[in-house]
């Protein structure tokens, strides 16, 4: 989550990739994330001075993995040890490094003749490609007449603005080479606040309405928060980033997304090491601001509240475990430090299970959780001990049903309860959420009673039908019904409604889902054999292998209930030298035999699942 909410206020970015290895996992997940964010782009190929590093295999990594479009502007002049300096395309010219100064100390020499052909090659490669978005350029090209480095550099940056290349650099960040080159580039190619003309948001009252927000300081202010961090010496910190207008401190300003007042007292400038104070914060800027006390991530704030920017999209936790204090002086400890870790982080869930009583935290893996536990005792000197983790299960329908007949009829002297529903259910696709649609023609149920049946299948949907997990893809549809002029009632329509759902989801032969991992191992040729295995014994499904270097990579699905000490295992199968990558994929089906297993872990454990 850290990457999804700088991606989606950042307007440019700087993907570092490793020579030796290429494109990692990690970077893939990254990738796809800025892809969606549409954030332009240049790349760094670091490690240049490493044994095994190679270049042009990094920039092929690019392309074959990342179905991305590179575009050297820099070469390496020899590689590993003999690492010399670079050769930068635009200007033809070499760089070499003074090792004496630790790569502060450079100069501008002539391309050494043995690369010559080849810095010919990619220059000529360069200029073709960057043609494409300078009508003036390319016929200077054809023509063969001499083209400027501004000229390069101007085409360059309008292709990199709009994601139609990335232009990709080498160095070594550790013996500091080409370093200032990756600067020059940021400044460059990609955008700055101003290069970014507008920025679309919709309407409060119609969210159908899109809106652009212009970058200027004389527009009414508009700025989205996307981090709160709490800090021990001033509060609770609220990042913003302002797209429009200006905003001085002490001033208010109005949440769009809660439509509440909030008082901005204090405004930083965060730096590495030390924050700065500012008496205003401006179109394009981004800070953090003390004093918002309703402002959650991914909130909107602006000057009139009329306008609400897009938000992050927040994936549900698929690990829980439970925590409770140690003594009864860490519970109110406990309480405030989780209080502020959910305010903090949007994936990371706190709830108290109905049929236990305990408290289970929820987050993305078992790392999440792990930090999360970490922070609790550093940060807020709390003391507890955590349960085994559980896998959060849902439960699926497979097919519709029409025509569910539920009343709801009960007479026990005086006013009785009278309540009658007819729904169609159908299952939708998955991550599509519950939709429920009333249908309800002619008044056969009044209007206000219509909230209580949707309110009564939301909360059967949330405990399930099989074993108490919730089905969160539905479409439920409100067709037909009737009432009682005395009788009838919000609680009356609200059991008919639980029922007739719950009828519905056993007729469309619900099942038990489980939530499935993507993941990525990267193991050397000798323990490839075994980590297969592993993962086979996992009940994993390899999709795919392929050389990385001298290792192999090794893509595979597993289910996330099969991965709960994966690191230490895959630790022991390879000596310490394979690695992995995991993140969510999907929800599938469990196996026959599994749900058996499932069903005996529950009953033994009253009710809570250890699977």
Same mark, same amino acid.
């Given at each position: 989550?850290?990457?999804?909410?700088s991606?989606?206020?950042? $307007? !440019? @970015?700087? @993907?570092v990739? =490793?020579?030796?290895? !290429?494109v990692?996992?990690?970077?893939?997940?990254?990738?796809?994330?800025?892809?969606?964010?549409?954030?332009?782009?240049?790349a760094f190929?670091?490690? /240049?001075?490493?044994i095994?590093?190679?270049f *042009?295999?990094?920039?092929?990594? /690019?392309?074959?993995?990342?179905?991305?479009?590179?575009?050297?502007?820099?070469?390496?002049?020899?590689?590993?040890?003999?690492?010399?300096?670079?050769?930068?395309?635009?200007?033809?010219?070499?760089?070499?490094?003074?090792?004496?100064?630790?790569?502060?100390?450079?100069?501008?020499?002539?391309?050494?003749?043995?690369l010559?052909?080849?810095?010919?090659?990619?220059?000529?490669?360069?200029?073709e490609?960057?043609?494409? *978005?300078?009508?003036?350029?390319? +016929?200077?090209?054809?023509?063969?007449?001499?083209?400027s480095?501004?000229?390069?550099?101007?085409?360059?940056?309008? !292709? =990199?603005?709009?994601?139609?290349?990335?232009?990709?650099l =080498?160095?070594?960040?550790?013996?500091?080479k080409?370093?200032?080159?990756?600067?020059?580039?940021?400044?460059?190619?990609?955008?700055s606040?101003?290069?970014? !003309?507008?920025?679309?948001?919709?309407?409060? $009252?119609?969210?159908?309405?899109?809106?652009?927000?212009?970058?200027?300081?004389?527009?009414?202010?508009? @700025?989205?928060?996307?981090?709160?961090?709490?800090?021990?010496?001033?509060?609770?910190?609220?990042?913003?980033?302002?797209?429009?207008?200006?905003?001085?401190?002490?001033?208010?300003?109005?949440? &769009?997304?809660t439509?509440?007042k909030?008082?901005?007292?204090?405004?930083?400038?965060?730096?590495?090491?030390?924050?700065?104070?500012?008496?205003?914060v401006?179109?394009?800027?981004?800070?953090?601001?003390?004093?918002l006390?309703?402002?959650k991530?991914?909130?909107?704030?602006s000057?009139?509240?009329?306008?609400?920017?897009?938000?992050?999209?927040?994936?549900?936790?698929?690990?829980?475990? &439970?925590?409770?204090?140690?003594?009864?002086?860490?519970?109110?400890?406990?309480?405030k430090?989780?209080?502020?870790?959910?305010?903090?982080?949007?994936?990371?869930?706190?709830?108290?299970?109905?049929?236990?009583?305990?408290?289970?935290? %929820?987050? /993305?893996? +078992?790392?999440?959780?792990?930090?999360?536990?970490?922070?609790?005792?550093?940060?807020f000197?709390?003391?507890?001990?955590?349960?085994?983790?559980?896998v959060?299960?849902?439960?699926?329908?497979?097919?519709?049903?029409?025509?569910?007949?539920?009343?709801?009829?009960?007479?026990?002297g005086?006013?009785?309860?009278?309540?009658?529903?007819?729904?169609?259910?159908?299952?939708?696709?998955q991550?599509?959420? *519950?939709?429920?649609?009333?249908?309800?023609?002619?008044?056969?149920?009044?209007? #206000?009673?219509?909230?209580?049946?949707?309110?009564?299948?939301?909360?059967?949907?949330?405990?399930?039908?099989? *074993?108490?997990?919730?089905?969160?893809?539905?479409?439920?549809?409100?067709?037909?019904?009737?009432?009682?002029?005395? $009788?009838?009632?919000?609680?009356?329509?609200?059991?008919?409604?639980?029922?007739?759902?719950?009828?519905? =989801?056993?007729?469309?032969?619900?099942?038990?889902? +489980?939530?499935?991992?993507?993941? +990525?191992?990267?193991?050397?040729e000798?323990?490839?054999?075994?980590?297969?295995?592993?993962?086979?014994?996992?009940?994993?499904?390899v999709? %795919?292998?392929?050389?990385q270097? &001298?290792?192999?990579?090794?893509?595979?699905t597993?289910?996330?209930?099969?991965?709960?000490?994966?690191?230490?295992?895959?630790?022991?199968?390879?000596?310490?030298r394979?690695?992995?990558y995991?993140d969510?994929?999907?929800?599938?089906?469990?196996?026959?035999?599994? #749900?058996?297993?499932?069903?005996?872990?529950?009953?033994s454990?009253?009710?809570?699942?250890?699977?």
């Open positions: 989550m850290e990457v999804e909410r991606l989606r206020v950042l $307007d !440019g @970015a700087v @993907a990739f =490793c020579a030796v290895a !290429g990692e996992p990690q970077s893939e997940t990254v990738w796809r994330q800025a892809t969606k964010y549409n954030v332009p782009r240049i190929i670091n490690k /240049m001075d490493r095994g590093a190679d *042009y295999a990094a920039v092929k990594s /690019m392309e074959d993995r990342l179905d991305a479009k590179p575009l050297p502007i820099a070469l390496p002049i020899g590689a590993g040890e003999d690492f010399k300096g670079i050769i930068d395309l635009t200007t033809m010219k070499a760089i070499q490094y003074n090792e004496d100064s630790k790569g502060a100390e450079f100069e501008h020499i002539d391309i050494p003749s043995e010559t052909s080849e810095s010919e090659k990619w220059r000529n490669f360069l200029v490609e960057v043609a494409t *978005y300078d009508d003036a350029l390319m +016929e200077k090209y054809l023509n063969e007449e001499e083209i480095p501004e000229e390069i550099k101007d085409a360059l940056k309008k !292709g =990199c603005v709009e994601s139609a290349f990335v232009p990709t =080498c160095g070594s960040a550790f013996k500091n080409g370093v200032q080159r990756v600067l020059d580039a940021v400044i460059d190619f990609l955008p606040p101003t290069d970014v !003309g507008s920025t679309e948001g919709s309407l409060v $009252d119609n969210s159908d309405e899109i809106v652009n927000i212009k970058n200027s300081e004389s527009e009414p202010f508009t @700025a989205l928060a996307f981090k709160i961090a709490t800090d021990p010496f001033v509060g609770k910190l609220t990042y913003v980033r302002v797209y429009s207008g200006s905003l001085q401190k002490g001033s208010f300003c109005i949440n &769009s997304n439509g509440k909030e008082r901005i007292s204090r405004i930083l400038q965060m730096h590495a090491n030390k924050r700065e104070e500012l008496e205003e401006k179109a394009g800027e981004i800070v953090a601001v003390i004093g006390k309703g402002t991530t991914g909130h909107t704030l000057e009139k509240g009329d306008v609400i920017l897009e938000s992050m999209e927040f994936p549900e936790p698929v690990v829980s475990v &439970s925590i409770e204090p140690v003594s009864k002086g860490d519970q109110d400890q406990l309480a430090g989780l209080n502020k870790l959910t305010e903090e982080d949007p994936t990371f869930k706190v709830k108290v299970d109905n049929e236990t009583a305990q408290t289970l935290i %929820s987050g /993305m893996g +078992e790392v999440h959780l792990e930090i999360i536990i970490d922070r609790l005792k550093r940060e000197n709390v003391n507890a001990n955590v349960g085994r983790p559980q959060s299960f849902r439960e699926a329908i497979q097919k519709s049903v029409e025509k569910i007949d539920e009343k709801f009829v009960r007479q026990s005086g006013r009785g309860q009278y309540g009658h529903v007819v729904i169609n259910v159908r299952p939708t696709e991550g599509s959420g *519950y939709n429920f649609i009333n249908k309800i023609v002619g008044g056969v149920i009044p209007k #206000e009673y219509i909230p209580a049946v949707d309110q009564g299948i939301q909360e059967s949907l949330k405990n399930g039908v099989l *074993y108490g997990y919730p089905i969160p893809d539905v479409e439920v549809e409100l067709v037909f019904g009737s009432y009682h002029d005395v $009788d009838s009632s919000e609680i009356a329509f609200k059991v008919a409604g639980s029922r007739a759902i719950i009828t519905a =989801c056993k007729q469309a032969n619900a099942v038990l889902m +489980e939530p499935i991992m993507r993941v +990525e191992a990267t193991t050397p000798d323990y490839m054999g075994d980590v297969i295995g592993d993962i086979n014994s996992r009940r994993g499904k999709d %795919s292998m392929e050389q270097g &001298s290792n192999q990579n090794i893509k595979a597993v289910p996330l209930s099969q991965m709960f000490g994966y690191a230490t295992d895959l630790r022991s199968l390879s000596q310490g394979a690695s992995f995991m969510f994929s999907h929800y599938d089906k469990v196996p026959a035999q599994v #749900e058996e297993k499932l069903m005996k872990t529950r009953s454990n009253n009710g809570a699942s250890d699977e």
